[in-house]
């Protein structure tokens, strides 16, 4: 399975810090980049190895998967933090741009659609976004397969807390109001679907925030979305220039589907940091379980 993971990148510290982007401070970027790309490849890169300890020696691991990942940083002008990412060389491709910065995800769709023909996948990932399952796409491809390709599958993004902390993980993304999204999706339309996966059922639901940062189309669906007269129209009326690049054009395409919460981690992807966790207790009402 051939993968392209497309990724935009931007830092300014003089941008003011309302997002991370623009704080400061550019450690928590670099930490989140490094791990970002890190996990993509020590998840889905090949060869991965298992030591002998009989015979001291290392064999194959994983080949079953034979994933082969490429993986695209799009960046504008000298807004990024490309050179403190200390990885080897070949790790990543950079695609620089001259985009406005708060469009630069549009310039991810366009080298998105700039590859049809070379990969099975084509994802878009924010650069604070962390992937840990190792079965991920093993996931979309069987749900693709019971829902057909005119449905699509979204993680749900959470954080974590260090030890200690009274919530140590929570899934960030819940329900937008209604009219949020109902300009671009009908939610009614195929509304839930059940599936049975290792003697398990899980639920899926269409959602009133499909945003999740990223999203991850198989080469059919890529191909349908790039060929829609709105593709790279840079519409940026979902929330903002961000979250449009990562969420409207697939909301106005596709059936966007998450798991329900009682299965939240079937198909999750980890936020960097703890800015939304911070918000509970404060801002957001702890329920303690009870249904408060």
């Known amino acids: 399975m051939r993968i392209l993971f497309t990724i935009p990148h931007f830092f300014n510290p003089e941008g003011g810090g309302k997002y ?36 001291r020696t290392t064999i194959l691991a994983n080949e079953a998967q034979g994933y ?43 080298v998105l659609k700039e590859n049809l023909g ?24 069987w749900f693709t397969s019971q829902a057909g390709n005119g449905s699509v599958l979204q993680p749900n993004r959470y954080e974590c807390a260090p030890g200690g ?3 140590l993980k929570c899934y960030i993304d819940g329900d937008l109001r209604p009219d949020v999204t109902s300009r671009f999706q009908n939610i009614e339309e195929r509304r839930e679907l059940v599936g049975r996966v290792m003697g398990q059922k899980i639920l899926f639901c269409r959602t009133l925030n499909p945003h999740s940062g990223c999203f991850f189309l198989n080469a059919e669906q890529m191909e349908y979305w790039s060929s829609r007269p709105y593709f790279l129209d840079r519409d940026c009326s979902f929330v903002g220039p961000l979250e449009s690049a990562a969420t409207l054009g697939i909301m106005k395409t596709f059936r966007v589907y998450k798991p329900a919460p009682p299965h939240a981690n079937f ?3 980890q936020h960097f940091g703890t800015s939304y966790l911070s918000l509970i207790g ?3 009402k702890h329920s303690d379980g009870d249904g408060a």
């Open 282 to 284: 404060n801002q957001i």
């Open 118 to 141: 070379n990969y099975d996948y084509y994802c878009y990932l924010e650069d604070d976004l962390v992937l840990h399952d190792p079965w991920f796409f093993v996931k979309l491809s």
């Open 68 to 110: 082969k990942v490429d993986i695209i940083i799009c960046t504008t002008k000298n807004f990024h933090l490309l050179p403190q990412i200390l990885l080897p060389s070949g790790f990543f491709q950079h695609c620089p741009t001259e985009a406005e910065p708060k469009l630069l995800g549009f310039e991810c769709h366009r």
């Open 20 to 55: 991370g982007s623009l704080r400061k401070d550019p450690r928590p970027r670099i930490a989140a980049l490094t791990l970002s790309l890190t996990s993509l490849r020590q998840l889905y890169d090949r060869p991965q190895w298992m030591i002998d300890t009989a015979r």
């Open 165 to 167: 902390s009274k919530v």
């Open 267 to 269: 198909l999750e992807i």
